[in-house]
């Protein structure tokens, strides 16, 4: 199966800030985003017991490194990544469900940053989800390809896999 797999850096996408976030009740596709509500904002900032977590050159170049490996380690197929300064983006065929996916790579990754030690051992690096979307039809794989590299502003850490 092939999937379209997004997470956030810790404090990144909080629910209710102005960028449109979802939850349990706002997570289908179609459906309408969270509308911006302060308030709900400040609430989950007073939860975090870590700053924001944003990733620079070095980090995003890690973490698209630790996901390439991990991808050929496990036999999973990566069709593409981008790794933002506050999130990640990866179009990926796995026999695995997306979630194990998710959390495998976002273990992983962590693990690779930590050996840089340029962050704190214990430091928060990512949402506690993010969003897993099955890709059914080849205009689907080929529309999420095409949306990961080329539609999230200037190229940052990008992978694309060669004759896709």
Same mark, same amino acid.
């Given at each position: 199966?092939?999937?379209?797999?997004?997470?956030? /850096?810790?404090? /990144?996408?909080?629910?209710?800030?102005?960028?449109?976030?979802?939850?349990?009740?706002?997570?289908?596709?179609?459906?309408?985003?969270?509308?911006?509500?302060?308030?709900?904002?400040?609430?989950?900032?007073?939860?975090?017991?870590?700053?924001?977590?944003?990733?620079?050159? #070095?980090?995003?170049?890690?973490?698209?490194?630790?996901?390439?490996?991990? /991808?050929?380690?496990?036999?999973? #197929?990566?069709?593409?990544?981008?790794?933002?300064?506050?999130?990640?983006? #990866? @179009?990926?065929?796995?026999?695995?469900?997306?979630?194990?996916?998710?959390?495998?790579?976002?273990?992983? @990754?962590?693990? /690779?940053?930590?050996?840089?030690?340029?962050?704190?051992?214990?430091?928060?690096?990512?949402?506690?989800?993010?969003?897993?979307?099955?890709?059914?039809?080849?205009?689907? @794989?080929?529309?999420?390809?095409?949306?990961?590299?080329?539609?999230?502003?200037?190229?940052?850490?990008?992978?694309?896999?060669?004759?896709?």
């Amino acid at each position: 199966m092939i999937y379209l797999i997004t997470f956030a /850096c810790y404090g /990144c996408h909080l629910h209710g800030d102005e960028s449109g976030s979802v939850d349990r009740d706002h997570n289908l596709p179609g459906s309408r985003m969270i509308e911006a509500d302060t308030n709900r904002v400040l609430a989950e900032r007073e939860l975090m017991d870590q700053p924001t977590y944003g990733m620079d050159r #070095i980090r995003r170049e890690a973490v698209l490194a630790g996901l390439v490996e991990r /991808c050929s380690n496990r036999r999973w #197929i990566l069709l593409a990544a981008h790794v933002r300064t506050n999130h990640v983006h #990866i @179009v990926v065929e796995a026999d695995a469900r997306p979630e194990r996916i998710m959390n495998d790579l976002k273990s992983y @990754v962590s693990r /690779c940053l930590n050996r840089l030690r340029l962050d704190e051992p214990n430091r928060k690096r990512w949402a506690r989800h993010g969003s897993t979307r099955w890709l059914w039809e080849p205009q689907n @794989v080929s529309a999420a390809i095409r949306y990961v590299v080329e539609e999230q502003g200037d190229r940052m850490a990008v992978y694309e896999a060669v004759g896709v």
